[in-house]
């Protein structure tokens, strides 16, 4: 009913940008929260960030300062500046959403990844 379609990944060298981007669509009444998380090889998925209907924020302490979480309530999409990458960014980053369905049902809905990498 509901799908997140993530782009913006790829291969940036320490200290670069890449702006990530999440699209939901489907059978859409609202979107509560949504996030970013990300999974590195071995370790387990992690929070990055996240954003409410009303624009309030949350970040990992170790994004803090470089990563910026925004979205666009009119296109269901969301965004995730990164800037002053480090190698430890590397992982595959996934945007999730707490969706309201038309149908009044609620659940969490999650996109397929995409990842990033940070190297020189």
């Known amino acids: 009913q509901v799908q997140l379609v993530e782009s913006g990944g790829g291969l940036v060298q320490p200290g670069g940008s890449l702006r990530l981007s999440c699209a939901a669509s489907?059978?859409?009444?609202?979107?509560?929260?949504m996030g970013w998380y990300r999974q590195a090889y071995g370790k387990q998925r992690e929070l990055v960030a996240s954003i409410t209907r009303t624009g309030s924020t949350n970040y990992a302490d170790s994004v803090k300062g470089r990563f910026t979480v925004s979205r666009d309530n009119a296109k269901n999409t969301v965004y995730l500046q990164m800037n002053s990458l480090k190698a430890e960014d590397t992982a595959v980053y996934y945007c999730?959403?707490?969706?309201?369905?038309?149908?009044?049902?609620?659940?969490?809905?999650w996109g397929q990844g995409t990842q990033v990498t940070v190297s020189s």
């Open positions: 489907g059978s859409i009444f609202n979107i509560n929260t």
């Open positions: 999730n959403a707490d969706v309201l369905t038309t149908g009044r049902a609620r659940f969490i809905s």
